[in-house]
């Protein structure tokens, strides 16, 4: 065997004991290129073992190490043999994975491990033997002082705290492996891991197992061979991604599977939320950085001078601004709070589309759509790139408003579809939603249409209660009566903005096609098969949601289809066409035995959705912000006037960003035309994705 260096333990207790543990005991080292520290670490076990314990066994695992580790173990057997055995691993596997075999070679009731490099003294398991109980599962150590440099001390600190937070684990020392567990409170189906992270496994499991948890301090001493597998700066990405995925094995997995179940829980609710929370802000955190873009700032003015309770006299004699009225308040309050940051702006606007992107996922709460396709539809819906620009674009929070009180209104009044008696509660509810849809925007009256899909789409269909959607169809008649009086006064009327005689069919066809994309058109393929049968009926109420909401839009003619932004609500149409066209692929990948194809999928949906968000939107938005953040820049060391060869849009944006965003100052006048093009001084403010006039 060789020299062979003792292990020094200066906290070890002095031998001889009176106490002598009854049940068996298995005993386990992983070991990776430890052989300097087998030697004395397996003399001290048998030390203690043989003074403590009545029936044991102790196995080392060689996980396919390189140094002499396997020689040293086959001395080590010819000296403890029998009670001594080796698992070998020709390849170094991973801790987990020893670990994973520790526990299948151990025959014993009970179970000890601890790491195989000698930074725990073996002579402490008397400690957790004495403090087991016929209801223990687990008798962990935590260590009373950590003996590894500093980088290690820090590193283990922060693993071990959120990892303590995202798994809700109540044990105060995850990293400490000196472990005692009862065999039968051992689950090693829930075991999975490869890496370290099969800690977070294993203490999970003993915890849900509802088995006694028992703490006992054991002292730490400084490495003397070798080094960490773990806790290096190195590996600190792939640790993290391998709690990403426990985490998602272990608690969203079971989750979402359960949520197809007849009962509903908070649990399960807060956790699709917190999962929507996740995915919306992956998809849009980059462009939070993206500054006011033109109309914002005509949005900020208009909150200042219609916001103020004061002022909402004014507000409802103006016909068009009226029906932007909770986009106005919602803006000025905002600048109360947070003044003039584009940052706070593009957070309020994150936080409306999360909350949208639940109340997709309510629909299978509220409406015959599912639990499982209204997640995936929710899902799919908070990382869509088609709509953003109603979240990215701050001026267009009238289209997340409308989507949120459409929604709630749609909601509580198909609550009150359901319900075996009248609920003036829900009826009530879906009235005052239905007002306050009508004070985001015009489209808010679809509701009525699509409250008629609703009673259509029940499978009774209750045609009598059609009767009940008289009152919304009379406000949204009275509304339009409003605008019309005031036609004369309405700019809607007069500067071409949309016609009754625009070419709505082309309009609507081109602008489904373009928002069913990439991954709406492969849904409806896979649903035309006769796999995808038990899920058209959702298709096709999602379909119709998409048509009814898209209508309002395709006699604009300002453009040949429909506006990103204006498409925000026929999203959660494409959304759940999307999400059954996902579970018809789940059919195939179980009828095919390929339950790789689903990750794949939802894996290429996120990456593409994300990262077009990223770069190509993320690049559109920046480009239309510059112009008006260029001017503001110019305005810093310009005169009176500042000359532009091209300025994208109307010059009374250029006003209102100089004034907003000087304060106090007195701000330059922009000029543009072709005399001041001509001014050697003229700025170019146009771009690609920003254009106007060349003079």
């Known amino acids: 065997?060789?020299?062979?260096?003792?292990?020094?333990?200066?906290?070890?207790?002095?031998?001889?004991?009176?106490?002598?543990?009854?049940?068996?005991?298995?005993?386990?080292?992983?070991?990776?290129?430890?052989?300097?520290?087998?030697?004395?670490?397996?003399?001290?076990?048998?030390?203690?073992?043989?003074?403590?314990?009545?029936?044991?066994?102790?196995?080392?695992?060689?996980?396919?190490?390189?140094?002499?580790?396997?020689?040293?173990?086959?001395?080590?057997?010819?000296?403890?043999?029998?009670?001594?055995?080796?698992?070998?691993?020709?390849?170094?596997?991973?801790?987990?994975?020893?670990?994973?075999?520790?526990f299948a070679a151990a025959t014993k009731e009970y179970i000890f491990y601890t790491d195989g490099d000698s930074q725990y003294d073996p002579a402490e398991l008397e400690q957790l033997l004495c403090a087991v109980t016929p209801s223990t599962g687990l008798v962990n150590g935590y260590k009373i002082e950590r003996s590894d440099p500093w980088h290690r001390v820090a590193i283990g600190w922060l693993y071990n705290r959120f990892a303590r937070w995202l798994f809700r684990i109540r044990l105060r020392d995850i990293d400490c492996d000196f472990r005692l567990i009862r065999r039968s409170a051992l689950d090693l189906e829930s075991l999975r891991s490869t890496g370290g992270t099969i800690c977070v496994e294993l203490v999970r499991s003993l915890e849900l197992s509802g088995a006694e948890v028992i703490e006992i301090p054991v002292h730490h001493y400084p490495r003397r061979y070798g080094r960490s597998q773990f806790f290096r700066v190195g590996s600190l990405a792939v640790t993290f991604l391998q709690l990403c995925r426990v985490f998602f094995q272990t608690v969203l997995a079971p989750v979402v599977k359960d949520l197809g179940s007849a009962r509903f829980s908070r649990r399960k609710g807060a956790l699709v939320a917190l999962i929507l929370a996740v995915l919306s802000t992956l998809a849009?955190?980059?462009?939070?950085?993206?500054?006011?873009?033109?109309?914002?700032?005509?949005q900020i003015q208009l909150s200042r001078d219609y916001g103020p309770v004061s002022k909402w006299g004014a507000l409802a004699g103006d016909a068009l601004y009226r029906c932007r009225a909770t986009s106005l308040v919602l803006t000025y309050w905002l600048e109360r709070a947070a003044g003039l940051s584009d940052w706070y702006f593009g957070w309020a606007s994150l936080l409306l589309h999360i909350a949208n992107s639940f109340l997709v996922f309510a629909l299978g709460l509220r409406y015959r759509v599912g639990w499982r396709a209204a997640?995936?539809?929710?899902?799919?819906?908070?990382?869509?790139?088609?709509?953003?620009?109603?979240?990215?674009?701050?001026?267009?929070?009238?289209?997340?408003?409308?989507?949120?009180?459409?929604?709630?209104?749609?909601?509580?009044?198909?609550?009150?579809?359901?319900?075996?008696?009248f609920s003036v509660f829900s009826y009530a509810a879906a009235v005052a939603c239905y007002l306050l849809a009508l004070l985001s925007k015009e489209s808010a009256v679809v509701l009525v249409p699509l409250c008629a899909l609703a009673v259509l789409w029940h499978p009774e269909r209750p045609l009598k209660k059609l009767w009940s959607l008289a009152p919304f169809a009379a406000l949204a008649g009275a509304y339009f009566a409003l605008d019309y009086a005031a036609r004369d006064t309405h700019l809607h009327f007069h500067d071409g903005t949309f016609s009754l005689s625009a070419p709505f069919v082309e309009t609507m066809v081109r602008s489904g096609t373009r928002l069913l994309g990439v991954w709406g058109i492969p849904s409806v393929i896979l649903l035309l098969t006769q796999t995808g049968r038990p899920w058209r009926r959702v298709a096709k109420f999602g379909g119709a949601w998409m048509i009814l909401t898209l209508l309002p839009y395709s006699f604009l003619t300002y453009m040949p289809r429909v506006p990103s932004r204006h498409t925000y609500l026929a999203?959660?149409?494409?959304?759940?066409?999307?999400?059954?066209?996902?579970?018809?692929?789940?059919?195939?990948?179980?009828?095919?035995?390929?339950?790789?194809?689903?990750?794949?999928?939802?894996?290429l949906i996120l990456v593409h959705q994300c990262g077009y968000q990223w770069t190509v939107k993320y690049r559109q938005y920046s480009q239309r912000a510059q112009p008006t953040e260029e001017l503001i820049r110019a305005a810093r060391t310009a005169g009176r006037e500042i000359h532009a060869s091209c300025f994208p849009y109307a010059t009374v944006i250029a006003d209102l960003a100089l004034q907003l965003r000087q304060g106090e100052t007195a701000p330059p006048v922009l000029v543009v035309g072709p005399a001041a093009a001509r001014q050697a001084d003229a700025i170019d403010f146009c771009n690609a994705d920003a254009n106007g006039v060349h003079y």
């Not at 066409?577 to 990750?599: D, E, F, H, S």
């Open 1 to 102: 065997m060789g020299d062979q260096t003792t292990m020094v333990w200066p906290a070890a207790a002095a031998a001889g004991s009176a106490f002598r543990f009854s049940p068996s005991l298995s005993v386990f080292f992983p070991a990776y290129n430890d052989a300097p520290s087998l030697p004395s670490l397996i003399e001290r076990t048998f030390a203690t073992l043989r003074r403590v314990a009545t029936d044991y066994e102790v196995i080392v695992v060689n996980d396919g190490s390189a140094d002499n580790t396997g020689e040293v173990l086959e001395e080590l057997q010819r000296q403890y043999a029998p009670l001594l055995r080796v698992v070998t691993h020709e390849q170094n596997r991973g801790y987990g994975a020893a670990l994973r075999s520790g």
């Open 284 to 298: 849009y955190a980059r462009a939070l950085s993206i500054p006011f873009i033109s109309d914002d700032y005509l």
């Open 375 to 421: 997640t995936l539809a929710a899902c799919f819906f908070a990382i869509s790139h088609r709509h953003s620009e109603a979240v990215v674009w701050f001026a267009a929070v009238p289209e997340l408003l409308v989507f949120f009180f459409v929604m709630a209104a749609f909601l509580w009044w198909t609550r009150w579809l359901e319900a075996r008696t």
């Open 571 to 603: 999203s959660a149409g494409v959304s759940l066409i999307v999400a059954v066209g996902m579970l018809t692929l789940w059919q195939y990948a179980q009828r095919w035995n390929k339950a790789w194809l689903v990750p794949l999928a939802a894996s």
